[in-house]
């Protein structure tokens, strides 16, 4: 049975720094480029990056490059989204998932495995 964990997620005022981390199991983890997603208050499920599978490689969206950084521990088989610079509508639930053999898909259909998000609430 796979299993996707998030934690970390929280209170923070605009301009500070949350990490958060997802703790995989019942998988073979190194296979999957694992993906972070968010949802906002009445907003779709957005692509915030992704971490690959093959190379460690990274990729973000725009509205986040440069202030979010993913990596992974596959040793740990856990992935982690350091966020900094939050602002105010950064804030949502944020998804892990993961894609066996992915390929940075910017889609929430590519992804098989969801965890049960953490909420990530910016203060202004």
């Known amino acids: 049975q796979v299993q996707l964990v998030e934690s970390g997620g929280g209170l923070v005022q605009a301009g500070g720094s949350l990490t958060l981390s997802c703790a995989a199991s019942?998988?073979?983890?190194?296979?999957?480029?694992m993906g972070w997603f968010r949802q906002g208050p009445g907003k779709e499920r957005e692509f915030v990056g992704a971490?690959?599978?093959?190379?460690?490689?990274?990729y973000y969206a725009d509205s986040v490059r440069g202030r979010f950084t993913i990596s992974r521990d596959n040793a740990k088989n856990t992935v982690y989204l350091q966020m900094n610079s939050l602002k105010p509508e950064d804030t949502a639930v944020y998804y892990c998932?993961?894609?066996?053999?992915?390929?940075?898909?910017?889609?929430?259909?590519?992804?098989?495995?969801w965890g049960q998000g953490t909420q990530v609430t910016v203060s202004s």
């Open positions: 971490v690959s599978w093959r190379s460690g490689n990274t």
């Open positions: 019942g998988l073979t983890f190194s296979r999957y480029t």
């Open positions: 998932a993961a894609d066996l053999y992915g390929n940075y898909d910017v889609s929430p259909s590519g992804y098989k495995y």
